[in-house]
């Protein structure tokens, strides 16, 4: 094998603990809290007195009537096989309903994480070039104010002003409840707008600090002193050459801060009644739906530890100078 | 050295960084802030027009030169309940970010100190929180456990100390070389003792700035919570202001928008002095190679 197959091999083998101790994490939080776990899954199912039959037949189903290692090992296994649990508040099986809500979190999160990276990243790098300047104060003081606000509040005055006082755009949802253009492209977009927005503007700042400080790193780098007394221009070393080497940590950072987009995604989604996960996540926790919670922090976390898995991988592939440790 | 050699010492090596803090604009823009929280909340019930609690007929008023930011939907006066909230949210931070440094700084430092086992242990438990996204942990186990909020500041607490001791890690592996260190080595110090007051002591001021940086982050993460539902509703933090503010956004915008515009300041205000403090330290921002 060869030394980068290997790496690949083993950085995947090193996220299985990770994954599990996610899983085991999870299971003693449910045994953790005061009362019967089994009452606290049927949380919801109709009744207030649970039909003791019923609660039976739930414990067997989740080995709930088993000693607790065995249960560990059952619950372990359903996890892995797909099975999160059901909600008895939906009727429904917890991963089927994470999995019917993650095309609209992607729409939103790819639109305006991806816009956050390149108009971040350009702001950090110009921030650089202007290096002490009123243009770099100006980006700087920006991006802290940014990152000081919360997400819902973003999102709260973005409604608060584009949609209740200037009714430009909807205030809710991701098409219109009713009419001819339901559902259509511009429809959806009209519904995207706002959320994008208040998402792009709580993720820009992290990448701007990541860029400013990997650019900064780089420019006190040999090459780039080489380059510069050959006569390159400034403008050149930076956007040719110090850009792409800076690149790289952003790269890295890339899976690290899906966990942070995810949850500025939380509040905007929540702000916007927009119906992807993290909406999901706010009516779960309105209605204390327990097992689509413990299901919603397990499949997020997964989602988290496999795409910094990716990039470590990608990170390697781009960037030949990384030793394989 | 003596004790009171090295306090001196360290005295003087403060006020040199203060000089240095004190050229950055925004880092003492940030400062006036944290001051003047601080005294909002301390003189709270002097600076309280009315009675956070109380509740009058008049509600949902407007903003008012007798309720400043206006009224909520049970009429208790939005402004008052800000300045009583100022000591919750502070206080909140204060805790979250005091009992994660705590934590940082021991779990961070003596693991790196003896190496080995123990540290890679470490170096794995620091990677598996730092990589779990959290909010969705911390709602998790507000919404099982209590809505308490000292429980809450405990957890969020638990939830941020990595960030510090990846730091304090660092820095222990760093001095660990350092000559001073080896030469008190020789003179006999045990282990503990070096760390604790040798190599900890000096190492400590990255560390600083970032517990500031995290009072800012757990303001937010409480406001957050209870944004979601999962806040104490028997406290007047801004974060409950803020949500019971919000479910009247459509009538009342008041109600929203000034505890949120106050937990932004407050934010900023300890994001720019705990940026101004790692400034002042790191030379290599503050002027260009």
Known sequence: MTSLKRYVARRTLESIPLILAVIIFNFLLIHMTPGDPAALLVRGSGSASVDPEFLKAVKARYGLDRPLHERLVAYVGNVLRGDLGYSFFRSKAVVDIILERVPATLLLVLTSGFSAIIVGTLLGVVSVRKFGSKADAAIQITSSVMHSIPAFWTGLVLLLFFSFHLKLFPSSGIMSPVGENRGSPLDVLQHLFLPFLSLFISDVPIFIRTARSSVLEVMNEDFVTTFRAVGLTENRVLFKHALKNALLPTITVAGMLLGFVLTGAVFTETVFGWPGLGRTMYEAVIMRDYPLLMGMFIFTSICVIVAVLITDILYVYVDPRVKYR | ?289
Do not use: C
């Open chain 2, 1 to 289: 050295m003596s004790d009171r050699g090295r306090l001196k010492a360290w005295i003087a090596r403060s006020g040199i960084l203060w000089r240095e803090y004190g050229k950055d604009k925004m880092a003492l823009f940030g400062l006036i802030i944290v001051i003047t929280a601080l005294a909002v909340a301390l003189a709270a019930p002097v600076i309280a027009p009315h009675n956070p609690w109380d509740y009058s007929a008049d509600a949902l008023a407007p903003p008012s030169l007798e309720n400043l930011f206006g009224t909520d939907s049970l009429g208790r006066d939005v402004f008052s309940r800000l300045v009583w909230g100022t000591g919750v949210s502070l206080t909140f931070g204060a805790v979250a970010a005091g009992l994660s440094g705590l934590l940082g700084i021991v779990l961070g430092a003596v693991p790196a100190y003896y190496g080995g086992r123990i540290d890679d242990l470490f170096s794995r438990i620091f990677e598996f929180v730092l990589i779990i996204p959290m909010i969705f942990l911390l709602i998790l186990v507000m919404a099982l456990f209590s809505s308490n909020i000292y429980f809450m500041m405990v957890v969020v607490g638990l939830t941020m100390w990595p960030w510090i001791a990846r730091i304090m890690r660092a820095q222990v592996l760093s001095l660990k070389s350092k000559a001073f260190v080896e030469a008190s080595l020789v003179s006999g110090a045990g282990g503990l003792r070096i760390l604790f007051r040798h190599i900890i002591p000096n190492g400590l001021y990255p560390v600083v700035a970032n517990i500031t940086l995290q009072i800012a982050f757990a303001i937010l993460t409480e406001a957050g919570l209870s944004f979601l539902g999962v806040g104490d509703p028997n406290q007047i933090s801004w974060g409950q202001v803020l949500y019971w503010g919000q479910l009247n956004i459509r009538t009342a915008w008041w109600n929203a928008f000034f505890p949120g515009l106050a937990i932004v300041v407050l934010a900023l205000g300890f994001t720019l002095v705990g940026d101004g403090i790692s400034n002042t330290l790191n030379p290599r921002l503050r002027e260009r190679a």
